[in-house]
């Protein structure tokens, strides 16, 4: 069953050369060439998730990413110039990003509280807003 | 926590939040800073001040940090870019910011090695070899951030600063001990861009292998090979530098130089398989049928995470004769 998933793993970057051909031609593994990049990241810490990066992954990124104001093209280039490393971290932070900044329509009671707060922590030198 | 995107990037006030635990994340100390500026225990080989001169100042527009940062990265590596140009590459509009493995992105589509950089020792020796750094940067607190990338171009240890260029500030000094609280909520993030023909002070062969072939991934082929050949002036026994160029050779249908540099990795490092796999292909596209099989096999031995692909490329040379 191992094999099998490293076999697997082997073949997403083939695969992924296939899914996303675009006109500037994608810097993929060769028929039985082992890439610079995978060999590299033996030696580089990698993340458990980074081995189930699939092809299907990525294209689920780049949708995320379309989604997010992002060309299609430039969303593949984009991914296509990420380790699966990367592109796992990626992942979790276009799914788990915070909700939205400050909300609006706060008192301005606590508008000045904050503004305070963040004068003194400036002078305490332990913030740099200011 | 670092969510890995800058957003806001120092819009000035921000209404809101929970005012109370506001000092919790204040009082960790200041390990990093105050080794530096301890005359006992700071590096004797680090000069007391620098101050480049060369890195130029793009004051940011709005929400753009991260594009300005690289803008000024990338001009200062010898590849003039706007801010625009930048954020059309690295920046998320629907986030309003940018994520920290985009400007890592950014910097290999144009053919830059982009090294990590991660503690404070380590930033300033690159500042003092002449390399600006950029920083992301929490400057509020981990409850309420503000994300915000800057460039570092310089620092003082008798005065106790650091140097950035700054949102609209080309000139922003600000305490060392400062900078560390704001670099560790962004979970001391901070990137080295140089041109492929530089290397850095403080990395690794390993790191800036792996920048090469992030560069070489990109489809950046000739600044990767460039990449690979200026590590290998350095540590003339990287085998992943020597992978590197057998594979863009091999991309380029050079069977012949891809055999030498494929050979050279096997040298240089006897273990990697990768080494072995790829020169038994070449070997067998060249005809050598028997020295195909000797490598593919050496590339089973080597017992690395790849064995199955070394199994398939010893299955083809068999299905072929060899």
Known sequence: MNNLKKHMRWFAGPMA?????????????????????????????AADRAE?????????????????????????????????????????????MPAGEGAIGFVIGIALIVLVVFLVTDAFEVTDVY | MNPGFSRGCRRGLRWAAPVLLLWLAACAGTPQTDRLLDPVTAPPELPVRVELDDVPFIAQEDLWCGPAAMAMAMT????PMSQEQMAAQVYTEGREGTLTNDMIA?????????????????????????????????LALDFYPQWHYAVAYGYDLEAGTILLHSGTQERHETKLGTFEYTWRRGDDWALLVLPPDMLPATAS???????????????RTDDAATAYRTLLTRWPDN????LGLGNIAYGEGDLAAAADNYRS????????GAAWNNLAV??????????????AEAALATDDSHDAAYRETLADIAAAGG
């Not at chain 1, 092809?55 to 969303?75: C, M, S």
């Not at chain 2, 062969?205 to 489809?219: K, P, Q, S, Y």
């Open chain 2, 205 to 219: 062969a390993v790191e800036v292998a792996a920048a090469a072939a992030g560069i070489e991934r990109a489809g």
């Open chain 1, 17 to 45: 050369a296939v899914m996303f051909v675009t006109t500037s031609g994608i810097g993929a593994a060769q028929a039985g060439i082992v890439t610079t990049d995978e060999a590299a990241q033996q030696q580089v810490l």
């Open chain 1, 52 to 96: 189930l990066i699939t092809a299907l992954d990525r294209q689920d990124v780049r949708d995320q990413l379309v989604a997010l104001g992002v060309a299609p093209d430039e969303a593949v280039a984009r991914i296509n110039a990420m380790s699966n490393v990367e592109l796992a971290q990626v992942m979790d932070q276009v799914n788990g």
């Open chain 2, 76 to 79: 200062w590596s010898g590849l």
């Open chain 2, 239 to 242: 085998g992943t530098a020597w």
């Open chain 2, 265 to 272: 990795a096997t040298q240089a490092d006897p273990a990697m």
């Open chain 2, 282 to 295: 070449v070997l067998a596209e060249q005809g050598d049928m028997a020295g195909a099989r000797e490598a």
């Open chain 2, 106 to 138: 950014g910097a290999r589509r144009n053919g830059r090695l982009a090294v990590p950089v991660d503690t404070l020792e380590n930033l300033l020796t690159e500042l003092a070899a002449g390399h600006p750094v950029i920083v992301f940067q929490n």
